[in-house]
């Protein structure tokens, strides 16, 4: 399929102009051949020193489908031992990368999307994304998020001109890969509910109309769990659709709200490692098993609200003390309080957060309970537990406690600090 970016960019009933960078998006068996005819014939044509980065693995899994490309083009291929998104690997990419490169082929996953991107930024020329694996929702995103001197940062980055995706190369990745994919997409129920609790506390910008296509694009993807372990076509094209979607509406609306909320603030967490120790697990395994901790929080509160047990207290702005406490051991406390500066829960006014409890029940109430997200998973074989991802069941309450700090965005997660529930 050929997305339809002229729709994405039509007027919107939000009365935003959505701007989308990116020229071309296909999602394909063959897309790969597209993108050798572009390169030959059509519009990539005028670049004369276009750069493949991938790593080891990649290039062995896919060179077969990429033998044309890869003939007109030079290679970078990086170690695929240990390879991280960090600024060691930046410098490798940078030292290696020809002065003449003039386009960057991203072949890979998100560690080689966000190291190509930067670079991409950093060197003022355009990059092709293709991605190998329905892993992740960043390919088409204008940030690059890596490990900066042991702390993880998100930096300004160069979205790609065209993606191709063959259907044929990232249908056949290792199904865990695949089954993180659709874990990133299962947490969007957590990320547009904060969203738009948000926008009803704060009046915090929200487009319906963004919300509606990824609801949409979520539940194409339920209806065909089965299709895609079973590795059908269509079915793994409606699911890298998915993740490509959200990295457009991130573009879209100029911010991260479409794509990120507590679920990723917790994912965040355990990849700073402030509460727990080094893990092996992929990152949206870590949101799956995000997604099913916050929604059993969250439906805590829904209940209480609707059976009339949940009331707002005064709110208490943080002590710089509690931040140097809980992140100053990993060197975060500046970081951290930047984060939080201004608090977000300044903006909240008590009176109005209790007018509006009820149409906050009805959009947790929109969130699969977490019985039907364990349903979800199980379909799609994706890991569920915080065990599954080498974590300790001890650390939920100190994650529950700390994530909404990570980033600044509003999230019913943060929002509950000025809500207590009454025993029954």
């Known amino acids: 399929m050929e997305v339809d970016l002229g729709q994405l960019r039509m007027p919107c009933t939000c009365g935003r102009a959505h701007n989308i960078t990116v020229k071309g998006v296909w999602i394909e068996e063959g897309a790969a051949r597209r993108l050798y005819e572009m390169l030959t014939e059509g ?27 890869a003939e007109i083009c030079q290679e970078i291929c990086l170690s695929g031992k240990d390879l991280r998104a960090d600024d060691r690997s930046v410098e490798i990419l940078e030292e290696t990368l020809p002065d003449e490169t003039d386009l960057i082929l991203a072949v890979g996953g998100g560690t080689i999307h966000d190291l190509s991107r930067y670079v991409a930024y950093e060197r003022r020329i355009p990059f092709i994304s293709v991605p190998t694996a329905a892993t992740m929702d960043g390919f088409t995103s204008t940030d690059s998020v890596l490990f900066w001197k042991g702390e993880k940062k998100r930096f300004q980055a160069e979205g790609p001109l065209y993606v191709f995706a063959d259907t044929s190369i990232f249908s056949e990745a290792p199904y865990r890969l695949t089954a993180s994919g659709i874990s990133q997409v299962l947490g ?101 098993a995000a997604a099913l901790i916050l929604e059993e929080y969250y439906s805590r509160f829904r209940e209480a609200i609707e059976d009339g047990r949940c009331r707002v207290i005064p709110y208490e702005k943080i002590d710089p003390a509690y931040f140097r406490e809980k992140f100053g051991l990993k060197g975060l406390y500046e970081t951290i309080l930047r984060e939080n500066t201004p608090d977000p829960l300044l903006e909240v006014e008590e ?18 309970s977490g019985e039907k997200l364990k349903d979800m998973m199980e379909e799609g074989g994706c890991r569920q537990t915080i065990g599954q991802v080498s974590l300790s069941g001890q650390m939920v309450r100190e994650a529950l406690e700390l994530a909404p700090y990570i980033q600044r965005s509003l999230s019913f997660l943060r929002l509950s600090k000025m809500l207590k529930i009454s025993e029954e």
């Open 351 to 368: 009176q109005k957060l209790c007018r509006v409890l009820p149409e906050i029940a009805e959009i947790l109430e929109d969130i699969p």
């Open 43 to 69: 519009d990539l044509r005028e670049f004369t020193a276009p750069v493949i980065v991938w790593d080891e693995n990649t290039s062995e899994a896919v060179e077969e489908r990429m033998e044309d490309v």
């Open 188 to 288: 969007r129920y957590i990320c547009l509910a904060d969203w738009r609790i948000s926008h009803l506390v704060t009046r915090e910008y929200l487009c319906e109309e963004i919300c509606g296509m990824e609801y949409r694009a979520v539940k194409d993807v339920v209806k065909r769990l089965d299709d895609i372990r079973e590795k059908d076509e269509d079915a793994c094209e409606r699911l890298m659709y998915a993740l490509l979607l959200t990295g457009l509406a991130t573009q879209m609306t100029g911010s991260l709200r479409p794509a990120a909320c507590a679920e990723h603030q917790m994912a965040w967490l355990w990849d700073l490692e402030v509460i727990n120790g080094s893990t092996d697990a992929l990152y949206g395994e870590k949101i799956g």
